[in-house]
């Protein structure tokens, strides 16, 4: 290995698949949105325009990802931009909490609205409507279920088993209002979702923040512990770690040592990438000082 080594690496992991996912299963969430959405409306359901309204963001999410992700990927960019367009991904998502939140109050204010005047619903329709939605939902997380996902996989997948619970409360909403005729079980049921809708934004909006902000994905403290339990480490003069996107973690470190021959800094700085590839660091440039020499290594933590 050389004293200064340079490399362009590829940050996608296995993007395309992901992309490709994230695609697919947007098309099929919009396309349940637009369903439960007429339903809603011309039913009379404020529980199933509150689904509507949850799988909408869901949809959002997925396309704005897969919008990011692909644009960051698929496209050149100038120089100057070094890391392309991954900052489009945390962006996306900051846009898209911001929206959802007032859609979430709106549906809050409306509960309280029909639950002091209750409106007729038609039950048969509205059950039909859900069960479509649960369906929709079913299939997307069979469709994203495997044992190796990747980060926007996972996020998908879970916000999907969100909305598969609820549309089972749609539906069991519906059932008790079609057989005991308590109308005010739709709006409480409405409410109940706007606030999953809200706590989904919240968790956006934070992990989005997070990365805008670059806050280090990894506890900070503990991996200077660790670097500074390396032997030949005097003190760590600095440590950096931020995320790009969701999927690339990158860190500069720099460490004041007592080694001097080549070899010893060799095999110091292997084990520090060793140490920041376990802390989840994707790219690491890591500086090694002595009062001497300064040393310069580029590499990328696999």
């Not at 339990?229 to 969701?246: F, N, R």
């Not at 800094?265 to 440039?285: N, S």
């Amino acid at each position: 290995m050389s004293e200064i080594d340079t490399h362009d690496h590829d940050s996608g992991h296995g993007q395309p698949r992901s992309v490709r996912k994230l695609g697919v299963v947007a098309v099929i969430n919009t396309v349940g949105f637009v369903v439960e959405l007429a339903g809603g409306l011309l039913f009379g359901s404020l529980a199933l325009l509150s689904d509507a309204v949850h799988m909408l963001f869901d949809a959002l999410s997925y396309l704005m990802a897969f919008a990011a992700t692909y644009t960051a990927e698929r496209y050149e960019t100038p120089g100057e931009w070094t890391f392309g367009l991954h900052r489009l991904e945390p962006l996306a998502a900051l846009l898209n909490g911001t929206l959802l939140v007032p859609m979430a109050l709106v549906i809050l204010y409306e509960s309280y609205q029909r639950f002091l005047n209750p409106v007729e619903l038609d039950p048969v329709m509205t059950i039909v409507l859900a069960t479509g939605g649960l369906v929709v939902n079913v299939a997307s997380v069979v469709y994203l279920q495997g044992d190796e996902l990747s980060l926007n996989e996972r996020g998908a997948f879970y916000h999907l088993l969100g909305d598969t619970g609820a549309s089972v409360a749609v539906i069991i909403s519906t059932v008790i209002v079609a057989v005991f005729d308590i109308r005010g079980v739709d709006p409480v049921t409405a409410a109940l979702i706007a606030l999953v809708i809200i706590w989904s934004a919240y968790t956006v909006l934070r992990d989005s923040l997070d990365l805008i902000l670059e806050r280090s994905p990894t506890p900070i403290d503990e991996l200077r512990s660790d670097l500074g339990a390396l032997d030949g480490v005097d003190s760590i003069t600095d440590c950096h770690v931020w995320q790009v996107c969701s999927q690339l973690t990158v860190s500069t470190i720099t460490l004041s040592v007592s080694v001097e021959s080549l070899d010893s800094k060799e095999q110091l700085r292997e084990r520090v990438h060793e140490i920041v590839r376990d802390a989840g660091v994707d790219h690491a440039t890591v500086e090694l000082t002595t009062n001497r020499t300064t040393q310069y290594a580029t590499d990328h933590a696999h």
